[in-house]
């Protein structure tokens, strides 16, 4: 149950990495305000500046992750940039998996509202695209990956 | 002088904040007074945000995420949605009681603009008596789906369902198309904003009371129990049977067509297509209408600004109370899980095991199936932008529904002023809904799809509770131009 007592302080300490870097995301860090962005809501949700990297329950493929424009909102459709090698020294890129993204809310007992798609772009790359986390929170992230059929889970987690 | 009380040891601490920042400014403006409110806010922003007293830095930053509600978004597949035309046409409409069956029932009996857009009744009644609450309207252009279940996916596809439900306004875009079309004013503002109205003149081409019915359609078959009711109790007159889209007393199911459908079939398909472009029409400048719907100036959004503006005089717009509620909305309270964002709403769906009944009715998961294979949704050929961006909603909701009775969440802005609440409208208070949260004490029966940070009761104290409310209420403003509370002159 610590997720469960944890839950709302994440969705404010993220909010807050938010409004530290000027109310709309990291891409405006160090930007003078003005009019205009005094006037805005601050945007709720991640920073995820380099992707982040983990490895399928059954060791074979290694799978990084990163939130399209290096942000995972709350609340708003983003895309994911996935990419997918093996787990030999040279990395060799996998190009004929399908991906699946699921997200879970443990402490919710659900998870997203909707069914992402990826797309391969080659050399181990994928778009997902279809995403939306529509809380703040403890979030899990599965990606799964299918390659001739056999499918092996990467396991990750953020608090939105 | 009494001894300082701790609110005005507060006030004093936060007008010392203010006089500081100013006396900043004008330091660094090597003495020049004259600051314009402009530079001022610039320069407070530059600071970051005034950090009340009691407050932390993060649930500062979380309250900021709230306010200001922007400007509605635009809508692609609506390009008349902005237009001022096409909004004085759809405020016409709105209040014009023509557009039903029994000429009685406007799209303002529900969302009556002198009870806030809404009718103050658990349940809403159109033609008959509909089986959920009527939903708010404030800020609805931000809205991401529309009714309860979100069966529609924009503003301009939601106004046309009532109006072709048997229950709420049972009526057609035939007879919607012919009152347009038969009133000077009506005529002339549609033409100038949409150009020609079908020749609905000419009644063999156009005959009355035609429509499409839809087939297992979920208001039809609850017209249809309308009607049994009605006939079980005995009623001499007989309940219409225009409600009916299947069956009919000596006649087998399967074979009788309803008279709406009889009559659109002897219609041509071009003519068919020319009425039902014009009444897309008559939604596009409801929704244009509707868009004028803005609640953005509560004490919440004054509190807000003085966050921004370190102005001790704005932040003073909430009180004790009301900032002790917020505090917890935002924390143990958890309120904010769902109602977050600058409606207080994540425009989604959750089954929150809400007491009431029908306990049957399932929610999100027909209104999936609805918006899915909705004939004016975002995607079909009646948008204006049936390929771009507003469609992703729809193309990426689970093919695998989840289990529950989900309903979206409300937005909170105005809640104080439409009571009752829920999509049932089963708690009749504010102090009601705290208490249903908080105690779990008369929930639904459990569907295994429920919320699961609400299975067990919080800890809330009578006095957090009280806060709580006090806290919705600075939620308010009811400040609308009044000329958009009423038909046109």
Redesign the interface.
């Known amino acids: 149950m610590a997720h469960?007592r944890s839950?709302?302080?994440a969705?404010?300490?993220s909010?807050?990495v938010?409004?530290?870097c000027g109310?709309s995301g990291s891409d405006d860090a160090g930007a003078?305000?003005?009019?205009q962005?005094?006037?805005?809501?601050?945007?709720?949700g991640l920073a995820i500046g380099a992707p982040r990297e983990v490895v399928t329950r059954d060791g074979l493929y290694r799978v990084t992750w990163v939130p399209s424009g290096g942000f995972a909102p709350?609340?708003e459709?983003f895309e994911l940039d996935v990419t997918l090698a093996r787990t030999d020294d040279a990395r060799t890129p996998v190009s004929n998996a399908s991906v699946v993204v699921d997200c879970q809310m443990p402490?919710?007992?659900?998870g997203?509202?909707?069914?992402?798609?990826s797309e391969a772009l080659g050399d181990g790359r994928y778009k997902v695209?279809?995403m939306?986390l529509?809380?703040?929170?403890h979030w899990t992230v599965a990606l799964n990956v299918i390659v001739d059929g056999i499918a092996s889970t990467a396991d990750d987690a953020i608090d939105l | 002088m009494g001894a300082e009380s701790p609110e005005d040891h507060t006030l004093g601490m936060r007008t010392a904040a203010w006089l500081a920042l100013c006396v900043c400014f004008v330091a660094a403006c090597g003495g020049d007074a004259e600051l314009s409110a402009l530079e001022v806010r610039r320069r407070a922003a530059a600071l970051g945000p005034f950090v009340p007293e009691g407050f932390t830095t993060a649930e500062v930053g979380a309250v900021l995420t709230c306010s200001p509600v922007p400007p509605a978004p635009a809508d692609p597949t609506n390009k008349f949605a902005d237009d001022p035309n096409a909004a004085l046409l759809g405020q016409h409409l709105f209040f014009d009681r023509r557009l039903s069956k029994n000429g009685q029932t406007a799209c303002a009996t529900c969302h009556d603009p002198r009870d806030s857009f809404v009718d103050l009744d658990p349940l809403a009644t159109g033609v008959l008596q509909l089986e959920r609450h009527t939903p708010s309207l404030w800020n609805v252009a931000h809205q991401r789906w529309f009714f309860w279940d979100g069966r529609a996916d924009s503003l301009w596809g939601q106004a046309l369902i009532p109006i072709e439900s048997p229950l709420e306004h049972a009526f057609t875009r035939s007879e919607v198309v012919r009152v347009v079309s038969e009133d000077t004013t009506l005529r002339v503002l549609y033409e100038g904003v949409f150009g020609e109205l079908p020749a609905m003149e000419d009644k063999r081409r156009f005959p009355a009371w035609s429509r499409p019915v839809p087939q297992n359609d979920h208001a039809h078959v609850l017209a249809e129990e309308h009607a049994q009711r009605a006939s079980e109790k005995g009623n001499d007159e007989r309940p219409s049977r225009s409600h009916q889209h299947r069956t009919e007393e000596g006649a087998t199911g399967s074979d009788w067509i309803h008279p709406h459908q009889r009559a659109w079939d002897w219609m041509h398909p071009v003519d068919q297509q020319s009425v039902t472009r014009a009444f897309v029409n008559v939604g596009k400048a409801l929704a244009a209408y509707q868009r004028k719907l803005i609640s953005r100036s509560a004490p919440f959004d004054v509190f807000v600004e003085g966050l921004r503006e370190h102005d001790p005089e704005k932040l003073a717009e909430l009180d004790a109370a009301q900032q002790r509620g917020l505090r917890l909305f935002l924390g143990r309270a958890q309120c904010a899980s769902c109602h977050h964002g600058v409606l207080f709403s994540d425009f989604e769906f959750h089954d929150t095991r809400v007491p009431g009944e029908p306990l049957t009715d399932p929610g999100r998961s027909r209104g999936i199936e609805a918006v899915r294979s909705y004939e004016f949704g975002v995607s079909t050929k009646w948008s204006d932008d049936p390929e771009g961006p507003a469609r992703e909603k729809v193309d990426f909701l689970p093919v695998h529904v989840h289990a529950g009775r989900e309903f979206k969440t409300p937005t909170l802005r105005n809640v104080e002023l439409t009571p009752p609440y829920m999509h049932n409208g089963s708690l009749p208070t504010l102090e009601a809904v705290i208490d249903f949260y908080a105690d779990r004490a008369n929930v639904a029966p459990d569907t295994g799809g429920g919320e699961r940070i609400l299975a067990k009761p919080m800890d809330l104290s009578l006095e957090d509770r009280a806060d709580l409310v006090a806290f919705l209420k600075a939620l308010t403003d009811d400040s609308l131009d009044p000329t958009l509370r009423a038909r046109p002159e």
């Open positions: 469960l839950a709302p302080l969705l404010m300490l909010t807050a938010v409004v530290a109310g003078t305000p003005g009019p962005q005094v006037e805005a809501p601050a945007r709720a709350v609340n459709q402490d919710h007992g659900h997203m509202l909707r069914e992402p798609r695209r279809g939306l529509h809380m703040g929170g």
